[in-house]
């Protein structure tokens, strides 16, 4: 696992409570993740995510992941676990806005103590966002804890590849992106099999290397003027931000910055 000193959960909450955090959502979308819609769909019909089932969002964000999985896969009910305010507060008014209020509960809180009952929920969920959490060990225990005997821990997030990070490469990676630690696919398959589940998928899903060509063709050919406006107008800034995009775009086409799926079921 990938570790840079001096990042703290303190760094995360000031990237999504600015603009930064509004620059990922402008690309990205409500589903603040690779691959929005489709990754979800997958993600949720591979793991046997549906009807009637309860689940957790752990770093739920804007609660997009739980609008998805009761609108599309028919959750009864979802937890959503985060620690910043301001994004909690986007949950709150995009849940009340879709009527789903009574089924989208939101806890602001640190996802590897979130104060939630053992054995309670069929799944715990995250797309792309356990890359900020510094102890990916207590995060999965956490996880797993919750959920019942049989449950299932699904979830996307940003890991490095098959093809090793330099260490330059990794400083200037997880610094741009206010990363702490970075996984592996192996990583968290161990931590999830320590902590007695079965894994039923972990694999790159190959959707990084082509989003992040999307995500830099939106910004320069079509939202330079609104993420500019985002920023203050500040046009260096926007050149930095673009220059560690590029800088990204080339660790995924060498296979060195991937999304991993993770599926796994609690024994």
Known sequence: MRTLKGVTLADVQAVYSGPEGDLWELI???QIHIGGFASSMDLATRAGIGEGMSGVDFCCCNGGGMRFLTKFRGVASMTGVDATE????????????LELGSRIALVQSDVCQSGLPSDTFDFAWGE????????KARLIAEAVRVVKPGGIVAFTDW???AVPLTDEESNRYLAFMKFPTLETLGGYKALLEKNGCEVLDASDTGRFAPHVDLYIDMLTKQLTYDALKIIG?????M???G???VF???LAHEGKAIQGRFIARKK
């Open 128 to 135: 792309d966002a356990w890359c900020y959490v510094p102890d």
């Open 28 to 30: 990205m979308g409500e």
């Open 86 to 97: 301001k994004v909690l507060g986007r949950a709150r008014e995009r849940c009340k806005a």
């Open 239 to 241: 050149e930095m931000l």
């Open 243 to 245: 220059g560690e995009m």
């Open 159 to 161: 890991v490095e590849g």
């Open 233 to 237: 107008f500040d046009v260096k800034m």
């Open 248 to 250: 990204m775009q080339r």
